[in-house]
Structures are given as C-alpha cells and as structure tokens.
C-alpha cells in the first residue's frame, strides 16, 4: 500500500514537473514571437525608413540640389516636384489646387500631391471603402473618425499608405515635417524611374539567378546612328575602340559609395558576386548592358560570329567586331568596403601570370573597375562620349589624349556635341591606356 501511494506521489510530481516545463516553453515561445515579430514591425518603420529616407536625401541633394527645409510650403514641395519632374506640375494634374501656396503643407495635402505627381491616381480612384479603411489603419489613420472628407481625397491618402509614400503613422492634419516630404518626393522618383536602379544586393539568397537573368534579357545594343559616327572615328585611329551603353539601365548610385566593373563573361561577374560576399562585402548590385567595339585584324584569321558577337568588314580587310558585355555596378554599404573593392580584385580577379591558379573564372590582365570621385590608388583619365537618344557611345582615354578624341569626333560632325570629364580607374586599366597589355 505504501509502495502503490509512493508511485503515485511520485508521478503526480513528475507530471506537475513536466506541465510546468511545458508550461513556460509555451509561454516564452509566445511572448518570443510576439517581442520578435513586434520588433520586425519596428524596425521596418523606424530604422528601415529612416535609412531609406538618408538615402532620398542624399539623392535629391546630388542629383536635383533640393535640400527640403524645415518648414516645407505647398509652393515648394510643388517646384521639387517640377523639378523631379521635369514638366510643370498643372500638367501632371490638370485638377492641380495651385491655391495657398505659401501656406505650410499637411500630411494629407503632400500625400494627394505625392500619389498624383507618382502617375497612380487612376490607381486611387479603384479604391472602395473597406479598402480605405483597411489601408489607412496603415498610418494610424481610423477612416470611421475622418469629418468632413470627400472620397477622393480619402482614396488618395489610401493609395499613399498601401504604395508606401510613408513608413510610419502620422495625423493627416499636421504640417509634413522635413523628413516625411523628403520620403514622398523619393517615392515619387521612383515612381517615375528615375531613383537608384538595382537587381539586388549582394547577400541575396537569389542574386545569382537575378544577375544570369538580366545578362539573358540582353542583347547587343544597335544604336545605329551613334554607331554609324563612332565606326568612322574608329577607322580613323581617333580611338582604339568604344563601346555603346543604354543610360535606361545606369544604376544612379551614391557616388561616394559606387564602383562600376567592366566584363563580357558572365562567369567572372557571378564569381565576383560570391568573391565579394566571401570576404564580407555588401553592396547594390547592378547590371548594365554594354555593347564594345574594336578593330578585329584580317591575321587574326576568319572571325566566328554568334548573337553576342558579330563582325563587319571594312575597307582595308579588317573588321569592326562587336561584342556583348556588362558593367556591374556596386553601391557598397560603406566607404571602408568601396575601399576594400581593390584589395579583393588585385587578390583574386587580376591576372599577374598565364596561369590562372587561384583567380576566378575569367581573370583579366587589365580589370577595368572605376569611380566617379576621387579613391586613393586609382588614376585619373577621360571618358570622351556623344548621346542621342537613350544611348552614349564612349571611348576613354589618357587626359592628355582627349582633345584629341575629341576632335576625331569633330572630325565626322562639326556641329556634334562631345561632353568629357574625367573618373578614376584602377592602375591596371590605366597601364592598358599607355599601351601595357599587362
């Protein structure tokens, strides 16, 4: 009997052990959850938007000099939208209330102004009522408390919210501070194609896959009256060689922070992508189609042609080939990684000997990688190019070879206009100027 009485106290113990261990991983798995998906939320809204809201600044400042004030007024959040635009803002909204222009801006005056100026105000008007108020939950906004609102107005501010033109909630009828216009007017560049192009970033899982797709979606670019001018500089030994690039796809990035590497094998840019994540490198990424241009010597032998490769003969016996290929651009997370970029390259990716042990796939003699602002260890020298339509065609060039360029320009077309300026290249490609294959 006491035996029997012992086994039973001691199951009930172990049982209430057991619903107290089962107990508290329940409870700290749910309030873990709880803590970790309300820390998510707020680190999208805080941290998330004001990085993103940096990153608009500095883009409007560089690109457009709009430094939004403290205090922003309809009339000048109005002109940064022209400017953006590039066309007066009575013509993006034929309703446009050009009134009280003076006066400061509310949130849900910037918001209507934002989604129209964006191009989604056909959107907007799709929006029926529990739409509405399901969206402006999403910037504190209880649609059953609005008075005295039409209902365009309240779609408006329900298209702003579930497009993203703010990341956090605001009271509708408050001034918009310098931040929040700053944010909309980033929206509305991107809206409008005209913010940083990119396919992803480097420590995505995907950005591989992302990277082999856009080189599939290109092809040799044919810009035929560019080609047509720049084929006769070519033939003149004005310049050894060009090529033609589509801006549609520039990536827009900081300049402080960007470097753009030139290639023409696929292999090489998705090994440069793992190199670089590798070694602790993040940054946007990029791809942007080039076509290149060269005389193919008659002694080289019969030119095999492919999509990606094509030649046409001159009237010397040489050819002009054309030749598919990419730059990459990365906007790196830091000035210390953009610094860090030719450590790796010289490394891992610049070929030093005809071998090819430990290098990846592809390696070149004279990499070309550069910057549009000064980098400590890189060079200075010209990019010399001409522009119709969505297309350059450029040819760089040693500084003191670049009147020169430009005159073999002048030459074909006395009226065209050449625009030079000077970049920085790495020591390798600058060497490849001055006549050193390696």
Known sequence: MGTVSFKKCRNFRLILVLMLIISVLFSGTAVFAEETAYAGSTSLSAGNGQSQRAEYKEFLEDNYRIDVPDIVTKGYFINAVEKISGVRYSEIDKDADVTGMEKALTNSEALAIAVRAAGMKEFAYTYPKDKIESALLKIGVDYNALKDVSLQWTQ????????????????????????????MLGKVLSFQGKYKNFIGYINDEDIYSKVHNAWNMQSLINAEELRAIVDEVLKSDAVTG?????????????????????HSDIKHGIQL???????????????????????????????????????????????????????????FDSQEQ?????????????RNQDAMDGLIAGSWWQPLYYSNIEIKDYLTVTNNYIKKDNFIAQSFSLNEKSESVVQGFKKEDTELEVVTYKFWVNEAFYNYLLGDYK
């Open 242 to 262: 060009y090529n033609v690039k589509d801006i549609r796809f520039n990536s827009n990035f900081d300049q402080d922070l960007s470097i753009t590497y030139g």
């Open 156 to 183: 408006e501010a329900a298209a702003a919210a579930d497009c993203g033109f703010l990341p956090k909630a605001v009271k509708l009828e408050d001034a918009v501070t310098e931040d929040d216009a700053t944010y």
């Open 338 to 350: 953009k610094n860090k970029f030719q450590e790796v390259i010289l490394k891992y990716a610049k």
């Open 273 to 331: 992508i793992g190199l670089l994540r590798r070694e602790g490198l993040n940054a946007k990424v990029q791809l942007e189609p080039k076509s290149s241009a060269y005389i193919y010597m008659k002694e080289w032998g019969e030119p095999g042609q492919s999509p990606d490769f094509q030649v046409v003969q001159i009237e010397n016996g040489n050819y002009i080939a054309y030749s598919k290929e990419y730059d990459i651009s990365f906007e």
